[in-house]
């Protein structure tokens, strides 16, 4: 009968059907371990997770959205004093989210080719909806900075989200803020290091399909 360990190095081996048992449950018990950790739904920290809106992703290379659904926000291609552009996004598929819930659009800022920052553009009928349909994702808002106007905020690891929809407007919005991206241009801004080359849209001239 062989030796199942090596007596001097004490490393013990595993032979025969043990082995095999054991190669058949490592993957269900990562996947399991893993699935353990990931963020629940209606709560913060799934805020980070999904990371974004109706499949747009905060961080993400906005070529990898198709020039044709682009165009720049309010016909301008300057950049702010933060060295971003501001895209409008267009897809038919955004307009209705839910049966009692639609939005007027949606705008992408970015930072070089990398998204800052979505804006989500409804009617202020619709806000209590967003609000209730937020709450279901994210959780209770974690601030409200004034008790007697409808401004929320959820503030996640990596992902802040603030819902407006004032007495005072016609138009709410929904902005989900990329906290790394800031960050790095913070210290972009420190270092006076020139932004990445912003990506064109097909108005004028696209780069990317």
């Given amino acids: 009968m062989k030796e199942n360990f090596n007596r001097d190095n004490k490393v013990y081996c595993i ?3 043990s082995l095999i048992l054991l190669v058949l ?3 269900f018990a990562a996947l399991s371990q893993k699935q353990k950790y990931l963020p629940q739904k209606g709560t913060i920290d799934y805020l980070s997770y999904y990371n974004g809106f109706n499949g747009i992703f905060l961080g993400d290379s906005i070529t ?3 020039s044709v659904k682009l165009k720049y926000m309010d016909g301008s291609s300057r950049t702010d004093e933060e060295g971003c552009l501001k895209y409008e996004y267009t897809d038919a598929t955004w307009e209705k989210l839910e049966d009692s819930l639609s939005i007027k659009g949606i705008g992408l800022r970015t930072w070089g080719d990398k998204i800052v920052n979505i804006y989500i553009f409804f009617a202020k009928k619709n ?5 209730g ?3 279901s994702d994210y959780g209770t808002f974690t601030y409200r900075p004034d008790d007697y106007k409808d401004i929320y905020g959820w503030d996640s690891e990596d992902v802040k989200l603030d819902l407006m929809y004032d007495l005072n407007v016609e138009t709410g919005v929904a902005i ?3 906290k790394p991206m800031y960050k790095l241009m913070g210290l972009s801004k420190e270092k006076k290091l020139p932004a990445a080359e912003p990506v ?3 108005t004028t001239g696209a780069v990317h399909q």
């Fill in 15 to 17: 032979r025969g059907p």
């Fill in 25 to 27: 449950i490592l993957p």
């Fill in 64 to 66: 990898k959205i198709p």
């Fill in 127 to 131: 806000g209590s909806a967003l609000l």
């Fill in 133 to 135: 349909s937020f709450m």
């Fill in 176 to 178: 989900f803020t990329c």
């Fill in 200 to 202: 064109k849209t097909q």
